[in-house]
């Protein structure tokens, strides 16, 4: 018969520490300092990699009775000791580094990675670099990106505390360099450079001009540029500081001369909404919001009721949804979400039931163009103006189109393909305010339906869509790409999407074109994808949480 006692372990380990309290049978003194330490050779041979190397290998220390060790706090290793027996240990605030320091040379691994888990719990704006550095000398390398990632969230909190001020030079660079630094606008990271320098200026004056070429100027305003960097005392004396800053304010005035060589900081690139769509149940009704930082799309909140084919615009920092259908139904209702409040609120009509209708605001009103009223394709042209809250028509498109890309560029309105009755569409035309007058312009190189277009570095996009005649079952779905220059009034094809995307969703963040979901022919698309110009290449982006043909995606700014 096998016998199994099952408190035996801790009865045995009980009994050891007993011995250890009465110094019975212990075989081995450690020294530190004046502090001795006596113990069983066996318990922390059984307990800590490191005495078990040294107790079971041809040293020196294998055979003494007392062992001498240096650089190790006495009272942590007092503690450790302790736990070797009776497995516990309490770790507070001002032991837990002490503990986890000589838990590592100890190679006690179960201890090390409490006490990281403690420091973890523990990171707070005022003591996450000094955790991150302190992660660094003992190579805890998961706390120490713990800590990093909560100095990267919090980092305008981080900056109002000493240790920030404390900070050697070549730590602020990394920080300032970095793209991961949570700020609403660029504008913060320069105020935090002063903080830093202005701390000790006499010693950190000259580092001035290397910390400033971190800082992204041309994202910052041509205002803030000329009222607060330029007129800096210290920025003002060095020649350096000034070059960067005449280059930044060209960029202002002449972007198409002297284009931006920095990205954005993805903080303060703003957030996309996906909009609504259609999706494998006949209908999406929530927003989802895109975060570039953390490179995620979530549910950011739910939509009234069903609403598809519809237009948006983002208008005094809310969204404007206008017509599309809840099914059969051709609607001209107008909805208003805040985003900040999460509250809807509905607005005047348009005056024409409209879906498949492209929507966009132009110097303030914002127009709702074309679509199809559930009987016909339209030209006709609504604009909303926001002081009277009223809908009026303009000058019609010369063509009727319905599912086609409208978008604003060198403040005119363009219309981009889109569908007729008869066939998808090439044609594209613009309307002029000052003129009230549409005119036609180069047309696409490809007939597209339910086309997507952005406007990206001066030049407009016509993405995916569809080419086929109105009675046709079979419709080719594209994803090719073009790009249209209107110096040239030319269109050229470019790098093509990875799939097909009918129906997509297009809208531009941080000089990247994101298309987002559509349909390939089989399924609604969960898959979103970015466009570099510079590069002309596509790279694939985080997945929306509900795949959607049809969704429409808008840009919103950081709030200020």
């Not at 042209?381 to 002081?387: A, H, K, N």
């Not at 363009?414 to 009755?421: N, S």
Request: charge should be negative; hydrophobic fraction near 35%; aromatic fraction near 8%.
């Amino acid at each position: 018969m096998a016998f199994s006692h099952g408190t035996h372990s801790v009865v045995t380990l009980s009994r050891m520490e007993d011995h250890l309290d009465k110094q019975q049978l212990c075989d081995v003194t450690l020294i530190v300092g004046s502090k001795r330490i006596p113990a069983h050779k066996l318990v922390l041979s059984s307990t800590s990699d490191y005495f078990h190397a040294m107790f079971n290998h041809d040293l020196l220390e294998s055979t003494q009775s007392e062992i001498e060790l240096n650089d190790i706090d006495p009272e942590a290793l007092d503690e450790l000791v302790k736990y070797m027996y009776s497995g516990k240990l309490e770790l507070r605030e001002d032991n837990v580094e002490r503990l986890l320091s000589t838990a590592n040379i100890l190679q006690l691994m179960v201890v090390v990675n409490a006490a990281c888990d403690f420091l973890k719990n523990q990171l707070h704006p005022s003591n996450c670099l000094g955790i991150h550095a302190f992660a660094d000398t003992q190579g805890c390398v998961q706390l120490q990106q713990a800590a990093r990632e909560y100095t990267m969230e919090h980092f305008i909190e981080v900056t109002q505390n000493r240790e920030f001020l404390l900070l050697p030079q070549e730590e602020v660079v990394k920080l300032f360099s970095s793209d991961e630094v949570n700020v609403p606008k660029e504008e913060d990271m320069f105020s935090a450079v002063l903080l830093w320098i202005q701390h000790d200026i006499e010693q950190r004056k000259s580092l001035i001009p290397e910390l400033l070429s971190n800082i992204r100027l041309t994202h910052v305003s041509k205002e803030f540029l000329a009222d607060q960097v330029q007129s800096n005392p210290h920025i003002y004396e060095s020649l350096e500081c000034q070059r960067q800053v005449v280059d930044s304010l060209m960029h202002h005035l002449l972007p198409e001369r002297h284009p931006s060589l920095q990205s954005p900081r993805k903080s303060t690139t703003g957030q996309l909404f996906a909009i609504g769509g259609m999706d494998s149940g006949k209908g999406a009704a929530t927003i989802e919001c895109f975060d570039p930082r953390r490179n995620t799309w979530a549910v950011f909140a739910s939509m009234t009721g069903r609403r598809l084919q519809f237009g948006v615009a983002v208008l005094d920092e809310k969204l404007y949804l206008v017509g599309g259908r809840d099914g059969l139904k051709t609607l001209n209702s107008v909805e208003c979400f805040n985003p900040r409040t999460k509250t809807w609120n509905a607005l005047p009509p348009v005056a024409t039931h409209r879906h498949g209708l492209g929507v966009a605001v132009l110097n303030g009103p914002m127009y709702a163009v074309g679509g199809h009223d559930g009987w016909s394709y339209l030209n006709t042209v609504e604009r909303w103006d926001p002081q009277t809250r009223t809908w009026n028509y303009v000058a019609p498109m010369w063509l009727s189109r319905s599912t086609l890309g409208v978008a604003v560029l060198n403040d005119k309105l363009y219309a981009v393909g889109g569908r007729d009755g008869s066939s998808c569409l090439r044609s594209v035309e613009y309307f002029d305010p000052h003129t009230n007058k549409w005119t036609n312009c180069a047309p696409m190189l490809k007939r597209r339906g339910g086309v997507g277009v952005g406007v990206c570095g001066g030049c407009m996009y016509a993405i995916g869509g569809h080419d086929a005649p109105a009675s046709s079952q079979m419709s080719r779905l594209q994803e090719t790409v073009e790009r249209y220059d209107p110096s040239t009034d030319q269109w050229t094809i470019v790098a093509p999407m990875s799939v097909p995307r009918d129906a997509v969703g297009i809208c531009v963040l941080g000089g990247r074109l994101y298309a987002c979901g559509g349909y390939d022919g089989q399924s609604y698309l969960v898959t979103c994808e970015s466009y570099s110009p510079e590069k002309n290449e596509w790279s694939f982006e985080a997945c929306l949480n509900t795949g959607r043909a049809g969704t429409v995606v808008v840009h919103m700014k950081n709030s200020s």
